[in-house]
């Protein structure tokens, strides 16, 4: 079983940065997909980045929406899936989501692809 936890999000005008970071623990394995949802109320869950981390390489997939502004890295001191958001816009509210899947990304945007999940932690920006 893995564990998810988020960390991170907050309040921020238009044009301010958020950082969030997300920890799994469980059991290893050689591939991993983690990846940040979003959602806002009546709307479905939108995949906003995500990484692949494989025995020799890791990649990264993010939303056209947000490529360019967001960065999906790994810290590996900490063991956390950050994500880096920059140049945040008053859209960019919602309840984000880390969520983790053994296996690759091939799918990332679909939510249910991904069988681990977090509480959530809200992102509000202000105009």
């Known amino acids: 079983q893995v564990q998810v936890v988020e960390s991170g999000g907050g309040s921020v005008q238009t044009g301010g940065s958020l950082r969030l970071s997300c920890a799994a623990s469980g059991p290893n394995h050689d591939r991993t997909c983690m990846a940040w949802f979003r959602q806002v109320p009546g709307k479905e869950r939108e995949g906003v980045a995500a990484?692949?981390?494989?025995?020799?390489?890791?990649?990264?997939y993010y939303a056209t929406s947000v490529e360019g502004r967001f960065t999906i890295s790994e810290d590996n001191s900490k063991n956390t899936i950050d994500l880096q958001m920059n140049s945040l816009k008053p859209e960019d509210t919602a309840m984000y989501y880390c969520?983790?899947?053994?296996?690759?990304?091939?799918?990332?945007?679909?939510?249910?692809?991904?069988?681990?999940w977090g509480q959530g932690t809200q992102v509000t920006v202000s105009s």
């Open positions: 990484v692949f981390r494989g025995n020799l390489h890791s990649t990264s």
């Open positions: 969520a983790a899947a053994h296996g690759g990304c091939m799918r990332w945007t679909r939510p249910s692809e991904f069988p681990y």
